[in-house]
């Protein structure tokens, strides 16, 4: 399997090497949960690689695991599209519970905000449909996509790795020594692992 590539900034490439792909990060914003019960705001990114326009969520100020996959807009478009025919009102984390590779418990859910915070999709006024959502519009995911083709990259723009480094183990053990017996302490979660926690809905 070919190496990825590793120069430093404004280094060229050895040849041969196989660069990694980068997505350049156009907003980030952040999104109230759609379960009452769910505490906190969720911070998510909006990014453009080539002509496809992704999604992230980043960060969660409270409970709720979740996977730090940039989902692209063409994967949520599929995963709605399997909603029934005629389906005008769904639940947010199970028609979106394709578009994402990782099987977190919240993802859905929490893609399912954040979509709502970015006008794609609404929630109903009917009290008897509380909890359920529907398209803003029926080309509200179209006009998205092609309003951040359209939006001007930032000078400051950031880029990131397509795919996020692999979450760090919950605990990490020190190195034995005379002095002090191993032990494990905690470190920083990088990316959610998997749970069996509910997900916001």
Known sequence: MPKKATTKKNEAPAEGAVMEAMVTVLKTGTAPKLSPCGDGQLTYRVGRMGEEILVQIFGNESSGRFSKEWVTVDAIRQS?????????????????????SGRSACNSGFLASILKELGILVGHEDPKKRGLLHLASAGALDNFEQSMRAMKVPKDAEQVPLNPPKPKPFFAKKAKSEDAAEVSEPVEETEAAESSEEAET
């Open 80 to 100: 709605l599209a399997k909603l029934p025919k005629g389906a005008e009102s769904f639940k947010g984390a199970l028609a979106l519970k394709s578009a994402m």
